[in-house]
């Protein structure tokens, strides 16, 4: 398994630019997260996905759009960037039920706003 | 709202020092408490997850333990490496395993 994958790992983008942020997973996980890390800060959960076609806000999802058409993709749409969106994202995944209960984290992909 | 504190942000050990990290949460509704280590510019490993009804947790040289009603816990490493140097973040799980994580302690381990 290779787990959970995000893709690009890096991304400078423009005042005003949007785009995506990939995140896969191959677990057959029902749950999937995105959060953010701000320097020297815990990570904020942005929005949740608890299924193929359900999601919700989470603490932090003002400037985000998330959509989840199947089990394995959970994509952040980014639409108008703002220098506020300088962050590393993190996507993870989760299959409730386990005996560890764990989240399981992606690498991240680090994004600077100009 | 959960609120989850780590103190300090930063601490520095010479190697072989047992040390203990301190986690405090503000909601003791919470189906369980994780300890993660993140390395600089990586993802989340998972280090320790103690559910809700227990005490404690060992792994190796660590070992997590929960107070859930006066909302505390403590991650202790034994005889710390340099190797163990890297970020130990905190968190906990609520409703649809939500994660809140505390800030993050820094550590590093001295030759």
């Known amino acids: 398994n290779a787990g959970v994958t995000q893709t690009p790992k890096f991304r400078i983008l423009k005042i005003g630019q949007s785009m995506t942020l990939q995140c896969t997973q191959d677990m057959n996980h029902n749950y999937m997260y995105w959060y953010r890390q701000d320097p020297g800060m815990g990570l904020k959960l942005i929005y949740y996905s608890v299924g193929a076609g359900i999601t919700d806000k989470g603490e932090v999802p003002n400037g985000y759009n998330v959509s989840r058409s199947t089990t394995e993709d959970f994509p952040l749409r980014l639409e108008l960037a703002a220098p506020s969106q300088t962050s590393v994202y993190f996507c993870a995944s989760h299959k409730p039920g386990t005996y560890q209960e764990t989240q399981y984290f992606g690498p991240g992909t680090r994004l600077l706003v100009l | 709202k959960q609120e989850v504190t780590q103190i300090p942000a930063a601490l520095s050990v010479p190697e072989g020092e047992n040390l203990v990290l301190n986690c405090s949460f503000t909601?003791?509704?919470?189906?369980?408490l994780q300890w993660f280590r993140q390395d600089p510019g990586k993802g989340l490993t998972s280090l320790l997850l103690?559910?809700?009804?227990?005490r404690e947790q060992t792994s190796g040289r660590l070992n997590a333990s929960l107070d859930k009603s006066s909302g505390r816990s403590t991650l202790y490493i034994a005889a710390s490496q340099p190797g163990d140097s890297a970020t130990y973040l905190c968190?906990?799980?609520?409703?649809?395993?939500?994660?809140?994580f505390g800030k993050g302690i820094t550590l590093s381990v001295r030759p």
């Open positions: 909601d003791s509704a919470i189906y369980n």
């Open positions: 103690i559910q809700s009804s227990q």
């Open positions: 968190a906990v799980t609520g409703a649809n395993s939500k994660l809140t």
